[in-house]
Each structure stands twice: as structure tokens, then as C-alpha cells.
């Protein structure tokens, strides 16, 4: 399968969940895939499971929160790879410490809006001008279904990712005459290591309102995986400034 061939892809938060989920696809559809993680381990193997399928793999790593950190990720992976194609802005989630406004901790506040808000921000500011003089390519935001219908207990959260929302359409309209696209999508609840224990906490306190909502039960990585495939390749070459659910029909209902 090739897709992405020679696509020089960079994914951050790719060392473990949908990341690596979306490393290991792009990787077999010819894409050359940076790995960007905080978790160097988890970053490393994931980079390494690309090289063993005969793919190309680098791992970066990198916070997403820290500026000069993100520049130098961005300028290393354009240096390796000549360019860069596609960036994918899959880093980011909430904990349990989220809640109402009136009640979750202030730090806990501008935690999630650092990672999930201004980490995209960071992508998008050092990737975008490399992606123009590589010849255009695609921007990949991750939102939430959370920023698109009202749920409970998640404020901080919802908050940061409808600022997702929003970036992803203001660039969309600005990266045009660069021939890039923008596109963001608005998973549903994917169960990833990590979201399960969110969800486990949520059954115990009787707070699941939202897993019940998923018509089509709950997702897996690889579902939001192809899904970014298909707007990482010229198969998406006319979407721009999109704003995709995922979700299991939770924001019909």
C-alpha cells in the first residue's frame, strides 16, 4: 500500500495510543514518519516498530508545551527528511483532575489548555512555513466531540479543544495560497490505555454519560488512525478547514 509514498510526515504524541496507531499505518502506506513523544521510551519503540516493518522511522523528542523544543523537533525531521508533508497534532488530553469551572483547579485549567490548545498552536507555527517551501501539504488538528455538544465534568478540556476548532478554520483560510490543507477531527471516546482508566474512574462514580451515548460502541486507535490516513494523502486534496467526527454517532444524538 502506498498511499503516503515518500510523504515526509511528522506525528506528535505517536509513542503510544492513536499516535503510534497512526505512526505504524502511515509507515506502511510509504510514509517516512517522525516520531515526536515527551516519553522518549515509548517514543523510541514505537520509531523502532516502524524500522522493523521496513519502514522509515525517526523519533524526536520533544514537549509539545516548550517553543524552542517543538522549533528544534520540526527543523531536526525537516533536515532528515529534505521537507516535511504532513504534520499530525495527535498530543494532547485531559485528566481526571478536569471538571465544572467553578471547581477544577487552576492549574489543572492551564495544564490542558498548554498541551491541547497552545501544543497545537506550536505545531502549526514552526510546521507551517517548512510545509509551504516543501510545496504545500497537510495540517491534521485533533479536537473532540467534547467541543462540539455540551457534556458534563470536562470544562477545561472542552474549553482548549473548540480552541482547536477554531485555529484549524482560521488557518485553513490562511495556508490556502500555500497549498496547505487544514483539517481537524473530533474523535468520540477511543480506548486507549489511558482512557480506560479515565472511563473505569467514570463507571465507578456514576459519571458515563458520554460512553453511553456512542450508538456504535466505543472506538479503537486504529479507527481514528485511517481516518487521518485519508487526510494525510492527496485523497483529501479539496478538504480544508474541516471539522470531522468520530465519535459513534454521539454528536447526533
Known sequence: MTRL?????????AGAGI?????????ANGARVAVLDVAEEAG???AEAIRDADGEGLFVA????????????VDRVADAFGGLDVLYNNAGGSTAADGKVTELPIEE????????????FLGCRFAIPVIARSGGGSIINTTSVRAMIGTLGADAYTAAKGGVITLTKALALECA???IRV???APGAVMTERAKGLFA????????????????GLGEPDDIARLALYLASDESRLMTGAIIPIDSGVSAT
Do not use: C, M, S, Y
Open 62 to 73: 520533544a514537549d509539545i508545551t516548550q517553543p524552542d523544543q517543538v522549533a528544534a523537533a
Open 109 to 120: 485549567w492551564w495544564r490542558t489548555i498548554q498541551v491541547d490548545l497552545f501544543g497545537t
Open 44 to 46: 523510541a519503540a514505537t
Open 183 to 185: 483539517n481537524a477531527i
Open 177 to 179: 495560497p500555500d497549498r
Open 19 to 27: 499516535g503510534r496507531a497512526a505512526a505504524l499505518l502511515f509507515a
Open 5 to 13: 509514498a515518500d510523504k515526509r510526515v511528522l506525528i506528535t504524541g
Open 201 to 216: 474512574q467514570a463507571e465507578e462514580t456514576g459519571n458515563d454519560a458520554i460512553g453511553a451515548r456512542h450508538l456504535l
